[in-house]
């Protein structure tokens, strides 16, 4: 069974930095691109970042771009997204997402998803 297990969530103050990790099991996701994406209350699921497992191609929102990094552990079949200068609007619920190795920013482009992990930005 797929399983992706988010972490890594909490409060920060603004200008400041988390580490959100992604746990993939249950098969081998060598084969899959591995996305970042976030909803913030009363708006809709946007995407945030991907990565290519194989290659490691990766892209990002515009609202991210220099701010984010994603990046993959082959050994720990585990993705993580390092966020620095944070902002109160990157505020959201981060989930982890697995789908066929293309580079999409489309919800539906992504067959598996994790449960999500809360990241609050303070001003």
């Known amino acids: 069974q797929v399983q992706l297990v988010e972490s890594g969530g909490g409060l920060v103050q603004a200008g400041g930095s988390l580490r959100l990790s992604c746990a993939a099991s249950?098969?081998?996701?060598?084969?899959?691109?591995m996305g970042w994406f976030r909803q913030a209350p009363g708006k809709e699921r946007e995407f945030v970042a991907v990565i290519i497992w194989s290659g490691g191609g990766t892209y990002y929102a515009d609202s991210v771009k220099g701010r984010f990094t994603i990046s993959r552990d082959n050994a720990k079949n585990t993705v993580y997204l390092q966020m620095n200068s944070l902002k109160p609007e990157d505020t959201a619920v981060y989930y982890c997402?697995?789908?066929?190795?293309?580079?999409?920013?489309?919800?539906?482009?992504?067959?598996?998803w994790g449960q999500g992990t809360q990241v609050t930005v303070s001003s």
């Open positions: 249950g098969r081998t996701f060598r084969n899959y691109a």
């Open positions: 997402a697995a789908g066929a190795p293309r580079i999409r920013t489309s919800e539906r482009g992504y067959d598996y």
